[in-house]
């Protein structure tokens, strides 16, 4: 195969890659707190034998998608009137207890069990500043939450929901649609800004993000093409060749 058309290919593999993470950021356009994932692409080159001579270069460039990332921009905070949401504005991360050990969370859409435990949408108990399930009792109807994340009764305060963060956000590792596996170190977040009755919906933006799709299908098409292209020219020159009298 001509090195263009690998060339060609190698841009190709990495749109299909493109459409998969593109598609999941449209389908989590309504999913609150979820963050939009992105590609980070570079360039190799190939050094051909018979390089330096008086043929020319023979490098080559090559497409490759070396990770991907997530944009950790703030969503939009959106008002639903339910009192076991609760929304960050600014840096931070809820803490949940799951199965698999602690996981972050900017999804604050919580529920609370029949005993009191207030959990967030798997059923996973939301933990306070010291690393304990938040309890509210049955009988407690009436809460508020400060924007430190202090939860006051009648009967005074009952504790604060922990809300804290990492160095790098980039070492999170997604796990499904809205939880995050810290693999470094988290601290806690001194001064947090918590918005009761809210929720951050997700940062991705439908426009951007289908007009994306819409220029990935086109420079795949343009690169089908070239290949094709490429196929033809080749398979020409050897008709050509082969069609020659031999003397």
């Known amino acids: 195969m001509d090195s263009t058309a690998y060339i060609a290919l190698s841009r190709i593999d990495v749109l299909k890659r493109s459409l998969d993470i593109t598609a ?34 023979k490098d080559q460039a090559y497409t490759e998608d070396k990770a991907t990332f997530r944009d950790y921009d703030q969503g939009p905070l959106k008002t639903t009137g339910n009192s076991t949401d609760v929304a960050i504005n600014g840096e931070g991360y809820f803490s949940v207890r799951t199965t ?3 996981r972050l969370t900017r999804n604050g859409q919580f529920t609370r069990r029949l005993d009191g435990t207030l959990t967030d949408g798997s059923g996973n108990p939301v933990l306070d500043r010291n690393g304990r399930n938040i309890v509210l009792r049955p009988e407690i109807a009436d809460f508020s939450i400060a924007k430190d994340g202090t939860i006051s009764t009648p009967d005074g305060a009952l504790g604060s929901i922990g809300i804290v963060s990492v160095q790098n956000q980039q070492t999170l590792q997604a796990e499904g649609q809205y939880l995050m596996k810290p693999t470094t170190q988290t601290r806690p977040v001194t001064s947090p800004e918590l918005h009761q009755g809210m929720l951050e919906g997700s940062n991705v933006n439908a426009v951007s993000e289908t007009t994306h799709l819409i220029q990935i299908q086109r420079d795949y098409d343009l690169n089908f ?11 020409s020159a050897i008709d050509k060749i082969t069609a020659e009298p031999t003397t």
């Open 24 to 57: 999941n950021n449209l389908a989590n356009e309504n999913t609150d707190g979820f963050k939009t994932s992105r590609q980070l692409f570079s360039q190799f080159l190939a050094h051909q034998k018979g390089a330096g001579q008086i043929s020319g270069d």
């Open 225 to 235: 093409q070239l290949i094709q292209t490429e196929a033809t020219r080749t398979q």
């Open 100 to 102: 698999q050990g602690v």
